[in-house]
């Protein structure tokens, strides 16, 4: 008791969860005397496991259910969640998780044993959270019904020694006790606290809000959940380029990339489409950050339906377009230059944009690759070519780095080649990547020196390649993005979830309950004894200010007697000081209340209701 | 265009002038508190002591609190106000609060003032310094590391100040704050210190705004919290020596700086309310994150590091406050819940920026 040494609070929560969760021995036993620790303590870690297999499981659900281990399992819950920061995730980043998996060989089997690699779906993971929910719902149901008697209940009656409440005001007064307590009915009553009189006492309570608060909190946490598991059940994700010029509508043969959750229907997606109209990068001109993006804008043109109106938006990194209950995301941005190759006969072999994808420096020097499968040389043979190539948004040489790109707007484009003949290797049915060329098969293009071919083109140039085998134009540069679709059904619940939590979580600790008793009982001098007393937690030092309040309001009807103002408190105290049933520590209010007042308890609101 | 840039770096240097001044002044208000400190180590306070050993022998004698209702200053009010008699639960020490730095040393009091006086001035120019900085980057102030870390500090003084402000006795605070306060500066200036720019365009959204100066705020007020538990745990080692008189009692020095510190009580209801109060705000940080994340990738949850960190912090926030609504929990293993958790706060904004990369880590 003295290691804690600061619960200067009566808490009508502890006590409640004493009676409503059979939790005793976590209770701080009154006074620390083991009389009353065993006379408390429910049956739970004493009886029940000779109970057989229904104890077992009674005993097991208390457990579950109790604050404690509500707050371990809240503690692994944090616990928990640290490898998944530390180790690549699956989920997150699979690309780190194959780098890690090559760099611990021996270390990746533990891990993949352990789902370190998945943490948030690991089997353990999963039980930590499912245990914390099912406990939680396991406290607020009977949380729930508790105040939902209290609210149909009363407030509970005066305890016998209203001086041991932890705060106390008492006077001394000429009006009769009937006039006294109904006065005070009335004022506890205008201050909006639920009022009952019985006796020679009024009983008040406030703040039920708080419970209130309470339970809306937790229950909304449940929702979030559940919001969160159909969110990840039935969402759907695709990724898609497109080119400036080019669209794209919503079906799965469009998308470069498609993942969903277990329970999505991919007949459920929403007809609708979008083109891109162009692409707009601004960049910082000047300063130590030149170079560093400013803005990304894309242009774009959407529709809702197999034919539906056509409208102008625009789409930017935190603004996405919502359209048919999805959201296209603008994720990233390039260049894709336009070339013309003509084969040995003259013919154009291949035209039109290609896109380059970014290397990632601040010049914005993007490679990518022009395959050309359809290609007769000079004499009309079939052959296929290939182009390796490096675009510079900015062009610029210097000895150090060679040419490179300094700025990645288009101030001075450039688009440096290789060229390549042979076999692309597209025929042999193994999924290639459009991004590199598979040389193995193909020779290339030497210049009449010996040198591999290679050509600096700026728009509207055309080289021609060796021995007239063909030519290449670069036309121009058009612009692509990237977008992200996503379809995560529950968001708006997601969202409600939170907002309820946020409102059940400001009610539950900016709310104070509180319960103030009024007594007035006749003395043998003739004056009447007026005793006001607060109990709430201690938490909030406002008590005994209110109950001040509330004295100097009853004040104006029940006059104080005698020398006016005189503080008849320490009397009070006194008076108490000299009870020889106060003297033994028994601080606990309910202990002071009398055995005949046992299941009466006024610190124990379920009590309080069911007298 | 160029005209504008070079205003923009003026004012980045006036801004990098101002912090540093805002530092020289920290310097002086730490030395005043030093001087506060060691001043009122003369005094004799000696008060602790005679009133647990009060409070052992009569049990919990009700403590008899006058209520004012004007906030004048001890006894001098007039109003026919009742006396409201309060009194601890049980096992409650009922200890008073220790004096104060000072003790009842004048001179200890006078630099105490001073320090307290420089302490508002540095706040002042700290102020300024973090509004040049944000002027001369056309944007909030918490595009980066240093930035960060000069208006978290700048906040937390802040807060101080407002509770100086209102009268609320936390007057105990100063000396650590402004400890850590220049430590934390001198971390900005020398390792996180970066050039004044713009954002990326990732990060132009105005939940950043709500976000992050909710992260901010929570921190900085999260931050005196921790403070007020730390102290806490020593005050109440202090006072359980004490009242178990047979076993060893503090030492001298512990007992000259313990001493005058408010009551563990006093310090743990404190640190109780700001980690309440703070909770709800940082909740709603973590629903601000998720918007905006939703906003800016397509999804509100992803478990990006940084989004695992400000969960992991929350959740043990929630541990914390569990812990003080369950009994046998109460007190030293609360408090200890609740340094783990800003420690979980602390690598949020450190470790995740500096050892862990993912979407948030723009330092
Ligand atoms: C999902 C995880 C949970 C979170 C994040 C959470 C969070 C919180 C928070 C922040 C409070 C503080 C409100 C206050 O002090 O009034 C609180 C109070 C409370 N929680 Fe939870 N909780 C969780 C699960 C549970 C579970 C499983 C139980 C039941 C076993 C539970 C029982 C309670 C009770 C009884 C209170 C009221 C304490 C009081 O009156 O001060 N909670 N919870």
Redesign the interface.
Known sequence: ???????????P??TES?EGRA?GP???P???SAAARLSTAPADSINVPALGLLGWARWSWRQLTS??V??IL??L??LG??P???IP?S??SPMKVEEFRQAHQTLAPIYDRLGLFHV?SSVWYSAIYILLFVSLIGCIVPRGWQLTRQLRGRPPAAPRRL??L????S?RTGAAPEEVLGAAHRLLGRSRFRTHRSGDAVAAEKGYLREVGNLLFHIALIVILVA?AVGQLWKS?GGKLVVEGDGFSNTLIQYDEFSSGTLFDSDGLAPFGFALDGFDATF?R????KG?????RARATYWEGASGEERKTVI?????LEVAGN?V?L?GHGYAPVVTVRDGQGDIAYQGPTPFLPQGDTGFTSVGVIKVPDYRDKEGKKNQLGFQGRFLPTFALDEVRGPHSSFPALDYPVLAINAYRGDLGIDSGVPQSVYQLETEKMKQFKDAEGEPFRKFLRPGESAELPNGAGSIEFEGVKTWATF?V?H?PA?GL??VG??A??AG??GS??IQRRRVWVRASRGADGETLVELAGLGR??SPKL??E??DL??AL?AEAPVSGA??E????E??EA??DDPATKH?D??PEEAAGPDNQGNDPADPVEGARA | M?LA?AANENMAYISNVLIYSAMAVYTLAFIAHMAEWVLGSRSKVGRTAAALTASDGT????R??T?E?SGGKGGTTVL??????????????DVPDGPGAAGSDAGGDMSGRIAISLTVLAFAIHAAGVLARALSVQRAPWGNMYEFSTTFSMVAVGAYVVGLALRKNVRWLGLPLVTTVLLDLGLAVSVFYT?S??L???L??Y?LYIHVSCAIISGAVLYLGAVATLLYLFR?RY??KL??ADGPQPGAFATSVLERLPS??TL??FA??IN??V??LW??TL?AG???A????????????KE??T???W??Y??Y???R????????KAAY?ALVAFA?FLFNYYG?NLF?D?LHSYA
Request: some cysteine; hydrophobic content about 40%.
């Open positions: 008791m003295s290691e804690t040494g600061t619960n200067t609070e009566i808490d929560s502890a004493a939790e976590d209770t701080e009154p006074g620390g604050m404690r509500a707050l809240l503690f819950l944090s969640a640290i998944g920061s530390l995730q989920g997150v948030y001086g041991r932890p705060a106390y005001t006077w969160f994700e910082e000047t300063g130590p950050q560093t993006p400013r803005t990304f930017e990194v935190n603004k996405p959201k995301y994720v992200q996503s995560q968001n997601a969202l939170a907002v939590a946020l979580l400001a600790l900016f201690s938490e005994p200010e109950l001040a004295a100097v004040r006016a103002g503080p008849a408190a320490e009070g105290s108490e000081a520590p601080p606990e | 160029n840039a049990g919990d004698a009700g008899t609190e209520v209702i026919e106000r009742p006396k409201v008699v309060t009194r601890g639960g049980s096992g409650s020490r050039e720019d713009q990326v365009p990732a132009d959204s939940w109440d006072e359980a009242a178990a563990a009580a743990d209801k109780y309310r309440a109060a909770f709800p909740t709603f629903i998720a918007i905006w939703e906003a800016a990738w397509g999804r509100y949850w992803g478990w990006d590091p695992v960190w969960f992991i912090t959740v043990a929630a541990c406050l569990h812990a609504a369950t009994a046998g929990w109460r007190g030293r819940l979980c995740v862990v993912g």
